[in-house]
């Protein structure tokens, strides 16, 4: 068998037609910026971050430039300082040491589990050497997030989570960002809404929201915002507070909004096509699953699987050929950064001390986007050729 996917995997939807009729009228009026309103308007910014704070059940919602820009004011927001030590995920993606590093942190990075989450085990000893966590719910895999919270609520640990992956996701039906005390969302294209950069943050923390959106950029319109704290909140936090420009615009604010109304129709969405390339990977020989609890809402807008201690060469030789036949998969435990691909003993800004266990996990992790413009025959026929050449090479090397 020999048949080849033709299918890009970096393709996305296009944007739902009411966001460009949205856009249009944004740039028809050229009213951009988010404090920019005709009398009585209110502005598509200030109305998104309403419907997120809603869809999250959130106090406080704040959209910024980017979700790196939602990570580094959440860790601002929290105090943190230079030379302060911050805890992170070591499997996860350059924004997160990178926000650390931006506030002049550093980044105490905690192994991963064969179930592609934070080890608790690891956090648990290493808990004692920093005041905040900040959480990457990496490629959508949450951890059992009562022992995350129980140990880092009896170190007195603030949690950020970071949750690119799981806009839409949640723990035993608690949304992803509702655990710790912030949670930061991106909205960049390969997310799971799409306004080429953005993000959020949301908490219910009030000091923490009226931080942040001086931060952000309101100079003294903090008031016009929906889902902000209310005026006391700014008192003195408006004169203590330094301006780091980083707000969305309307435009993005107007293509996003009818994105957030369908989110979970697109997540039921990413659903099928995730299962129905687990269904079509299960029970190969040599390849491991990522079994998910029964806790975890997920959102399966990309797949992994574990080629668990295959020799590297093998894992190459896998990953070549599903590409020669147009399937493109991701290895974490190539050598060298690739693309989107890091490993944290990429980032030798971050002084990252070896973790031998997490490099045998890494070395084994193969990750694949799963696109909605892909079909449902399209991930029936992927995970074959998946299948057939995982096959091939496991049976040569046994
Ligand atoms: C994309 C991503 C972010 C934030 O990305 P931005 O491009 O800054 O919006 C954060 N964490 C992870 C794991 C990501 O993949």
Request: proline content about 5%; overall charge negative; charged content about 25%.
């Amino acid at each position: 068998m020999s048949e080849k996917f033709t299918g890009s995997f970096t393709q996305q939807d296009p944007i739902p037609e009411a966001g460009i009729e949205a856009a249009l009228a944004v740039l028809r009026h050229g009213r951009l910026h988010r404090y920019n309103t005709a009398e009585g308007e209110i502005s598509e910014t200030a109305l998104l971050e309403q419907e997120f704070a809603a869809y999250v059940g959130a106090k406080y919602c704040l959209a910024v430039a980017s979700g790196g820009y939602a990570m580094g004011t959440a860790l601002r927001a929290l105090g943190v300082k230079p030379g302060d030590k911050v805890l992170s995920n070591a499997f996860t993606l350059a924004p997160v040491p990178g926000a650390i590093a931006s506030v002049g942190a550093e980044p105490v990075f905690v192994g991963v589990t064969e179930s592609l989450t934070i080890d608790l085990e690891d956090l648990q000893a290493k808990i004692g050497q920093a005041d905040v966590l900040l959480l990457s719910h990496m490629r959508g895999h949450i951890c059992d997030m009562d022992r995350l919270m129980a140990i880092c609520d009896r170190a007195g640990v603030k949690v950020i989570e970071d949750c690119a992956h799981t806009m839409g996701a949640a723990w035993k039906e608690v949304p992803s960002g509702r655990f710790g005390a912030v949670g930061c969302y991106s909205c960049q294209t390969y997310k799971h809404v799409n306004s080429g950069e953005g993000g959020f943050l949301v908490t219910d923390d009030s000091d923490i929201a009226a931080r942040a959106v001086m931060m952000s950029g309101s100079y003294m319109l903090y008031e016009r915002h929906l889902a902000a704290p209310p005026r006391e909140a700014f008192e003195t936090i408006r004169y203590e507070t330094p301006n780091i420009s980083g707000r969305m615009d309307n435009l993005r604010a107007a293509i996003l909004r009818p994105q957030v109304a369908d989110l979970d129709a697109q997540c039921r969405r990413w659903n099928e096509r995730y299962y129905t390339l687990e269904k079509g990977l299960r029970d190969t020989p040599g390849l491991q699953v990522i079994d998910r609890p029964a806790q975890e809402t997920i959102v399966g807008s990309s797949i992994q699987f574990l080629l668990r201690n295959w020799p590297a060469d093998a894992v190459r030789d896998v990953v070549a050929r599903c590409a020669a036949r147009g399937v493109e998969l991701k290895w974490f435990g190539a050598p060298e950064p690739v693309a989107f691909t890091s490993r944290y003993d990429s980032w030798r800004y971050a002084k990252p001390a070896a973790m031998p266990a997490t490099d045998r996990i890494l070395a084994g992790v193969v990750d694949m986007r799963v696109p909605l413009t892909f079909s449902l025959e399209d991930c029936a026929l992927i995970s074959e050729i998946i299948r057939a050449e995982v096959g091939l090479v496991y049976q040569k090397a046994a």
